[in-house]
Each structure stands twice: as structure tokens, then as C-alpha cells.
């Protein structure tokens, strides 16, 4: 039976959550197999790697509002600053102020993680799992 979209997101932000507890991964499977939402380990690691990439898509997303929301509050300070400022001292710091934040905002950036492997042995078999 196929899951509907609404269940399947409510199982990507339990993942979410354990992920964030710390729960190691072969935890995660356990309970995801044992939860019956997949059938296999390959199928869960699946459902990992989905929750995983809408977590990095939603830090991504919040990051950029971030960076909005601290360049609009230094152009508010900016402006609140008389016309004459910039030639005081505390004129000038506020501006270099502003051009430091910018340049550390604009170097922030998420990097994705290296995909987790599983390797399982079973009779002297190896498995890889990506």
C-alpha cells in the first residue's frame, strides 16, 4: 500500500527528530523496520536520505532569511544615523560594522554531509548500503 503525502512527510519529521536526538543510524533503522515503514534496510536508508535532504534544504532556506534579516537591520541603523555621522567615530564604527557582518554572512555556507555507508555482513557476504 502506497502512503500518502501527508504520512509520508509526518515520517520525515520523526527521522528529523531522531537524527537531531542523536540516535545512531542502525537505531534508526531498527525502529523505522520495526514501525513498519519499510520493509527493507535499503528502503530505509531511503527514508533517511529524504529526510536528511529536506533538512539541509530547510537550513539552507532559513540561513538566507538570516542573512535578509541582518543586512535590512544594519541599513536601519545606517539610516537612523544623522547625515554628518560617518565622519564620527561612531558613524564610521556602525559602517565598518555593517561591511564586517555582510562579509562574514556572505561567507557562510552549508555544506552537505558525506552519505553515510552501511556495511552488513551476513555469512561472510558483505553489503554495502548507500
Same mark, same amino acid.
Given at each position: 500500500m502506497k502512503t500518502t503525502k501527508i504520512e509520508y512527510q509526518k515520517r520525515l519529521n520523526t527521522l528529523q527528530q531522531w537524527l537531531v536526538e542523536g540516535a545512531s543510524t542502525s537505531e534508526i533503522h531498527t525502529r523505522i523496520i520495526d514501525n513498519g515503514w519499510a520493509t527493507s534496510i535499503r528502503h530505509a536508508c531511503r527514508l533517511i536520505a529524504a529526510a536528511r535532504k529536506k533538512w539541509e534544504a530547510g537550513e539552507q532556506k532559513y540561513m538566507r532569511g538570516m542573512? %535578509?534579516?541582518?543586512?535590512?537591520?544594519?541599513?536601519?541603523?545606517? #539610516?537612523?544615523?544623522?547625515?554628518?555621522?560617518?565622519? %564620527?567615530?561612531?558613524?564610521?564604527?556602525?559602517?565598518?560594522?555593517? #561591511?564586517?557582518d555582510s562579509n562574514k554572512l556572505s561567507a557562510i555556507t552549508i555544506y552537505k554531509k558525506p552519505s553515510t555507508k552501511i556495511e552488513i555482513i551476513i555469512n561472510r557476504t558483505k553489503t554495502t548500503f548507500n
Open positions: 542573512h %535578509k534579516v541582518a543586512a535590512q537591520h544594519r541599513r536601519q541603523t545606517i #539610516k537612523e544615523t544623522s547625515s554628518g555621522a560617518e565622519n %564620527k567615530p561612531l558613524g564610521t564604527r556602525i559602517i565598518l560594522d555593517y #561591511k564586517k
